[in-house]
Every structure is written in structure tokens, then in C-alpha cells.
């Protein structure tokens, strides 16, 4: 579609949560508040990665992950994680659980796209965006064509879109305030409050975006910024998210 060198896509979904107590009993403070007993609503998110898409331009159709999130509600939502598991619960300890009962349970296409599992306290939104992203919303609708009979985003739908444009920490804050003027006016001029399908050539998948705005930013940009450019992340949701890059170590 771009013209860019073969790059990596990722996508994020942290719309997976449940409600336990648990307390940690290998702590070095006896005092320390989280040997008692408490509890907290913790979320999960999943990242997939891989350096093709599948029709219509998916890394992987969100909905594949529902068996997932049925394991989560099943045998994690308001339990006594202690009651259930020998290990301290730690929210690293829990994303090592729960990923290899993504790796012995969920299809082996999705195995093989597995990039990291997180598990964090309270809601996920955004929790993973790099300090030195460039933020920008625009409001667009959209549909996707060649899904299942009945498939939601097959009929026409919006979203409130976020995009992430990724820099360098060492790029001169000039050239990087050059680059976020100019994808804002992008934005705002070409895709704010459109139908993405009548003004894009391609199918407006949140990965898609998140290629298009990258090649679109380096071509905008000259040889000094553009080695500057490292990722954009699309926002559909403010717990789902696609990543393009041609840095291969995709994801964060």
C-alpha cells in the first residue's frame, strides 16, 4: 500500500479485566499494606504481532480473542487468587499465568502472534503510551468490508481515534514540533469527522492507519527526522490500539 520497507504491525486489546483479592506474602516489610488481605480490579491486555495481515487487513479480528476473555471472567473474576494459585500473585507472576494458558489453550496462529501479555491494576487506557509519543483525536466513521455475515464492523460505525506518533528522545524539538504541526493538519484537514472509507484507498483498519500515517509522516519529513520516526499507534478505543513500524522489535 505504502511503498515502505517490510515493517512490523502490532495490536493491543486491554479490554479483559476481573475483580480478585489476593494479599503477597513474600514481602521483605512484614508492614508492608499488601501482606493484608485487599483486593483490586485488575485488567489484561494482549498484544499480537506479526509482519503480514490477514483479510481485511487485521493483524488478528478482535473477536478471536473472546474465549480468552471468557477464561479470564470464568476462573479469575471475584476469587481469592491466593485460594486458587501456590505462587505470590504479583501482577508479573499473573501475566505468566495467564500467558501460558494463552499458549496451551487459544488457536496456534494466535500463539504464534503473541507478542507480551500485561496485567496492571486498575483500568487500562493507554498505560502503555511511550513518554515521548505525539498525541492526536480526530472523529471518523467507517465499515469494513469482506467479514462474516453479521460481523458488527461491517456496517457503518465510528470511532473517537487516537493517534501516537512515536520520536526519537534525542530528535531537535524544533524539526519535532515541524512533524506534529504537520500530521495535525493532516489529520485534521483530510481525516477529521470523514468517512475514512471514502477518502482512504485501502481498507481503514486500525493497523492500515497506523502504516498509513507513518509512511504519510515520513514522507513529509527529511532525512534527519525521518530516522527520527519510529512507530504511530492508532487508537480505535481506549483499550484497543495498532501499531505500525519498521523497527522489528514491534511492541513496547
Given at each position: 500500500m505504502s511503498g515502505l520497507?517490510?515493517?512490523?504491525?502490532?495490536?493491543g486489546d486491554g479490554s479483559f479485566s476481573?475483580?480478585?483479592?489476593?494479599?503477597?506474602?513474600?514481602?521483605p516489610d512484614a508492614e508492608n499494606k499488601a501482606a493484608r488481605p485487599h483486593g483490586h480490579t485488575f485488567t489484561v491486555e494482549v498484544e499480537l504481532t506479526g509482519t503480514e495481515?490477514?483479510?481485511?487487513?487485521?493483524?488478528?479480528?478482535?473477536?478471536?480473542?473472546?474465549?480468552?476473555?471468557?477464561y479470564?471472567?470464568?476462573?479469575?473474576?471475584?476469587r481469592d487468587l491466593n485460594a486458587l494459585f501456590t505462587f505470590d500473585t504479583t501482577t508479573d507472576a499473573l501475566a505468566q499465568h495467564i500467558t501460558a494458558w494463552f499458549l496451551a489453550h487459544m488457536p496456534p496462529e494466535l500463539g504464534k502472534?503473541?507478542?507480551?501479555?500485561?496485567?496492571?491494576?486498575?483500568?487500562a487506557t493507554g498505560a502503555h503510551q511511550h513518554v515521548d509519543d505525539e498525541s492526536f483525536t480526530?472523529?471518523?466513521?467507517?465499515?469494513?468490508?469482506?467479514?462474516?455475515d453479521g460481523h458488527k464492523c461491517s456496517r457503518p460505525h465510528g470511532h473517537s481515534y487516537r493517534a501516537d506518533l512515536r520520536l526519537t528522545?534525542?530528535?531537535?524539538?524544533?524539526?519535532?514540533?515541524?512533524?506534529?504541526?504537520?500530521?495535525?493538519?493532516?489529520?485534521?484537514?483530510?481525516?477529521?469527522?470523514?468517512?475514512?472509507n471514502s477518502v482512504l484507498q485501502f481498507q481503514p483498519t486500525s493497523e492500515l492507519l497506523a502504516e498509513h500515517l507513518y509512511a504519510w509522516t515520513l514522507s513529509q519529513a527529511n532525512a534527519r527526522e525521518a530516522a527520527a520516526v519510529?512507530?504511530?499507534?492508532?487508537?480505535?478505543?481506549?483499550?484497543?490500539?495498532a501499531e505500525f513500524t519498521q523497527d522489528e522489535r514491534s511492541g513496547r
Open positions: 520497507a517490510r515493517g512490523r504491525y502490532c495490536i476481573f475483580a480478585a483479592a489476593h494479599h503477597l506474602a513474600n514481602l495481515l490477514r483479510a481485511p487487513g487485521f493483524v488478528a479480528d478482535y473477536a478471536e480473542l473472546a474465549p480468552f476473555g471468557e479470564v471472567k470464568r476462573e479469575l473474576d471475584h502472534q503473541l507478542h507480551a501479555i500485561h496485567v496492571c491494576l486498575g483500568a480526530f472523529e471518523a466513521a467507517h465499515h469494513l468490508e469482506g467479514l462474516p528522545p534525542q530528535m531537535n524539538p524544533r524539526r519535532r514540533a515541524r512533524l506534529r504541526a504537520l500530521l495535525a493538519e493532516y489529520l485534521d484537514r483530510h481525516l477529521d469527522h470523514r468517512d475514512l519510529q512507530a504511530v499507534r492508532v487508537w480505535e478505543s481506549p483499550r484497543r490500539w
